[in-house]
């Protein structure tokens, strides 16, 4: 009982933090939806990567996905796609207030179902690769992707697509997208949690230390990885109908399917923070935005040859993450949840 | 007697090297049968070729009644017929509760995906664990079990996959001489209690002269002999396989 009080008290304290922390520091109100945003990346990256072995770079597609599908479902409803991307970003096609929320709705529910939709696609054609072939099978997803939509005018080509602009205050504007970044995270975060505990999460484990093994069982692997790839789409591909209107302009190449950032931080942020655990990524995912950041500031022009430091650094001294490091070195941290109990 | 599982004329061959030529063979329902054989004598080839893991070139494999040997390993699996491995294969990073929990047979529809292993399966995880001794070591990584532990692990886990055919290869391999008596006497009441049949591949022949109720005998790919156990152990033809031929 004072377990179950105490895990409680503790999202309760979360939730309470979440809501609070746009009004204390309003000066990293973007800073901070963008975290929530990492959060989500890391944590989704992780259900393929970390629980079931089976390491993605090309999540981007779902994002890029998510990215597209949301703003082309919102301007779609009330304009025609082409003529809007064709006049740039509509200065002729405005939308009223109603029709901007009805279309934002609209597009954050597509932007998920359309990503989750092609992570089944493309989870049947490649997930019954193993190991390191689907690994680099997926590396020219984005980078495919990328190319069809810069070549794709209907949707602005190259020339990218303006999102339509939000009908109120900057200000309202930002609290908005922060409270939607942090539900999301929030969500990404309790219902993994959950899922790992099932026997969904056991399967997946099962495949990362030995498929074999597993299909000798009788369970229908490649099913439970394309649903794992499917979860970890829905996740990205709505981060990405955010990330769209946070960002404001949806470049092909340098936004949506960012496989040189956003695809390799997904990666990155879920090994420094510790794969194959549900804090890891969050942790990581922090730490990585926060040094990003400092970097930018400090170290301008100079943040990428950091940044690749910083990579090899955590491939190098800490193959498990932090929260690997730290379980090596102080293992009575983390006595094994007792299942049994 | 219609058996349980019926090989018949199977052949299998990797590049020039003929592992199985014409093995047949039959286990039925309720039985313990052995399978011995001097190394790479295709034991294990035929059992992969019982579990599907690989195609196999000539011949039926029947069980229950079903041709099998166009089936991929889960299906085979699916269907009851279940096997442990020489090398144990065990889910390392996972607690033995969870590899128990793991093992069991589930559909895998939506909704037993996302179900949470229930007190019920808990349960039986445990017995099984109880039953095989390892019990005290369920929360522990499989991984840091001994390699004996890992051997009784994987065949606690092949027993929660409530199996009706069970393939065994080489189960007191690397197994305390003390636990060896213990451990036949387990394939025994599992045999009883849950009503499974077995096919054993052993090279303990105490073991096998113990356990098995009948006994086929392999040598370069082929069957070389079957019968009793007492018939097998006097077979000069055995003999000369394990000792080699004197002209």
């Not at chain 2, 592992?19 to 054989?37: D, F, K, M, R, T």
Request: with cysteine; aromatic share 10%; hydrophobic share 50%.
């Amino acid at each position: 009982m004072n377990v179950l009080r105490n895990r409680l008290a503790i999202r309760a304290a979360i939730i309470a933090l979440t809501i609070a922390a746009p009004f204390a520091f309003p000066a990293f109100q973007i800073e901070l939806t963008f975290l929530w945003i990492m959060i989500v990346f890391a944590l989704s990256w992780d259900v393929m990567g970390g629980q079931a072995g089976y390491n993605s770079f090309g999540n981007i597609a779902f994002f890029g996905i998510g990215v597209y599908t949301a703003a082309i479902t919102q301007i779609g409803l009330f304009h025609d796609v082409g003529a809007y991307t064709a006049a740039a970003g509509g200065e002729t096609l405005s939308f009223t207030q109603a029709q901007y929320f009805i279309g934002l709705a609209a597009g954050l529910a597509a932007a998920p179902l359309v990503a989750m939709a092609a992570a089944v696609v493309l989870g049947a054609a490649l997930l019954g690769l193993r190991g390191h072939y689907f690994a680099i099978a997926t590396l020219g997803l984005g980078i495919a992707l990328g190319e069809l939509a810069a070549g794709w005018a209907w949707i602005g080509g190259s020339s990218g697509l303006q999102v339509p602009v939000y009908p109120g205050g900057l200000n309202a504007q930002h609290l908005l997208f922060y409270f939607l970044s942090a539900a999301l995270g929030l969500s990404a975060f309790f219902i993994l949690h959950r899922l790992y505990a099932t026997r969904f999460g056991l399967v997946l484990n099962a495949i990362r230390d030995d498929e074999d093994k597993a299909e000798a069982l009788g369970l229908a692997t490649t099913r439970y990885k394309i649903a794992g790839w499917c979860i970890a789409a829905g996740f990205v591909g709505l981060s990405g109908g955010l990330m769209a209107h946070i960002i404001g302009f949806i470049d092909p190449r340098e936004v949506a399917f960012a496989g040189a950032t956003f695809g390799v931080w997904m990666v990155l942020m879920a090994i420094l923070g510790g794969k194959g655990t549900i804090w890891g990524p969050v942790i990581g995912a922090a730490i990585f935005h926060v040094t990003r950041e400092l970097l930018w500031t400090y170290l301008f022009a100079w943040q990428n040859v950091a940044l690749g430091v910083l990579i090899i650094v955590v491939v190098v001294f800490f193959p498990t993450g932090l929260l690997g490091w730290v379980r090596q070195r102080w293992p009575r941290l983390f006595v094994m949840k007792a299942t049994s109990s | 007697m219609t058996a349980l599982l019926e090989v018949s004329d199977v052949s299998k061959r990797y590049g020039g090297i003929i592992a199985n030529s014409g093995v047949s063979l039959a286990v039925p329902e309720h039985a313990i049968i052995g399978l011995i054989g001097p190394n790479g004598s295709g034991k294990t080839t035929l059992f992969n070729s019982i579990a599907g893991t690989h195609a196999i070139d000539r011949g039926s494999i029947r069980f229950a009644g079903q041709e099998i040997s166009k089936l991929r390993v889960p299906q085979i699996a699916r269907l009851g017929l279940l096997r442990t491995y020489q090398q144990t294969r065990v889910f390392r990073r996972m607690s033995c509760i969870e590899n128990m929990l793991v093992s069991e047979r589930g559909e895998a529809s939506l909704a037993a995906m996302i179900a949470r292993p229930g007190a019920g399966q808990r349960e039986r995880a445990i017995e099984l664990l109880e039953f095989v001794g390892l019990a005290s070591k369920r929360d522990l990584p499989a991984g840091s079990l001994s390699f004996g532990q890992q051997k009784l692990l994987e065949f606690a886990m092949a027993l929660m996959g409530r199996p009706r055919l069970l393939l065994l290869d080489e189960p007191t391999a690397g197994i305390n001489p003390t636990l060896i008596n213990g451990l036949v006497d387990r394939l025994r009441r599992a045999r009883e209690a849950l009503s499974i049949t077995l096919l054993v591949i052993e090279h303990n022949m105490r073991v096998m002269m113990n356990l098995a109720e009948h006994i086929y005998c392999m040598a370069r790919g082929e069957i070389l002999a079957e019968g009793k156990p007492a018939e097998i152990q006097n077979d000069p033809k055995v003999i000369a396989a394990y000792l080699g031929e004197s002209g």
